[in-house]
């Protein structure tokens, strides 16, 4: 299983960015995928996350703001990021895992700054 994270980048506060998750299988295997973010320094954190039931969680840090969703035709999971903050500056990972393997993709880095 390969996941191939994109949409990272510099953005202005008060800015939009869509990240994307592509699969390299069908989506529907996985029983969770979720997005997460490093900061310098710190351990990777839960961002949100979505079942194959469309349950979502997201951290309070972001709820409201940030919307993930998958797209089982294309097999790519999102994340859709509005009203950026500069706290939100940080390399954003996915995650799929099903029963007890997990899977990640390369990190993108987002960048909010004026």
């Known amino acids: 299983v390969q996941l191939q994270a994109s949409g990272g980048g510099l953005v202005q506060p008060g800015g939009s960015l869509r990240l994307s998750c592509a699969t390299s299988?069908?989506?529907?295997?996985?029983?969770?995928m979720g997005w997460y973010r490093q900061f310098p320094g710190k351990e990777r954190e839960l961002v949100a996350d979505?079942?194959?039931?469309?349950?979502?969680y997201y951290a309070d840090s972001v709820k409201g703001r940030f919307t993930i969703s998958r797209d089982n035709a294309k097999n790519t999971l999102y994340l859709q990021m509005n009203s950026l903050k500069p706290d939100d500056t940080a390399i954003y990972y996915c995650?799929?895992?099903?029963?007890?393997?997990?899977?990640w993709g390369q990190g993108t880095l987002v960048t909010v700054s004026s």
């Open positions: 995650k799929s895992a099903r029963a007890t393997s997990q899977y």
């Open positions: 299988g069908n989506i529907l295997v996985f029983d969770i």
């Open positions: 979505i079942s194959r039931g469309y349950t979502t």
